[in-house]
Structures are given as C-alpha cells and as structure tokens.
C-alpha cells in the first residue's frame, strides 16, 4: 500500500500538483508518516502520503482541501521545528528547496 501512496504522491498533471502538500522542515526523526496523516487528515481526504528524510508530501482529493492544510499548517511547530508548507512543488522543486535550506542552515 505504500508503494501505491508513494506513485500518486508522484504525480505530475496539474490537478496533481496543486492537491499535493509539500512538508518542509519536518523532523523525520520524531514524527512518522502516521503522525503526518494524522495532523493533515482534519483538511480533507488525504489520497497518499509519502515521507523522506526531513519533508514529506500529502496528496489530497481537491485543490481546496491542500490549500486549507498549507493555510492551517505553515509555521506550525512539530517536534521543535516550525513546518514549511506549499501546494504546487513537483518532488523536483521539493528538492531544490530542501538544498536551499540545507545550505543557508
């Protein structure tokens, strides 16, 4: 089942894209993908999650439901660290993101 959560976090048509959450600054360490499904699951139906070293991305069914999770997430602080959220980051763009933070950090 992961594996399935894992392709549709991959995704890349428009409608895709701006239903996926993007998790930056999120301490892997200490928080697990259900711990992730668990804190975005109160935005609406969540389609897949996929979780990496330090982000994570959230699918959801609709454009609006990803906007409401970035507008009630962001700057929220999850074991110590205050997340980064955003709607529309291809895993691409993630990255370059992620890099960015690691070299000014």
Known sequence: LDHLHNLV???TDA???HSRVFIGNLNTAAVAKADVERIFA???KITG???HKG???VQYASERDARSAV???????IAG???ACAVGLSAQEAFKVMFINWLIN
């Open 71 to 77: 507008a009630g997430e962001n700057a929220r602080v």
């Open 15 to 17: 409608h895709s894209l």
């Open 42 to 44: 109160k935005y609406g």
């Open 9 to 11: 976090t991959n995704r």
């Open 55 to 57: 982000f994570a991305f």
């Open 81 to 83: 660290q205050p997340l």
């Open 49 to 51: 999650c996929s979780v």
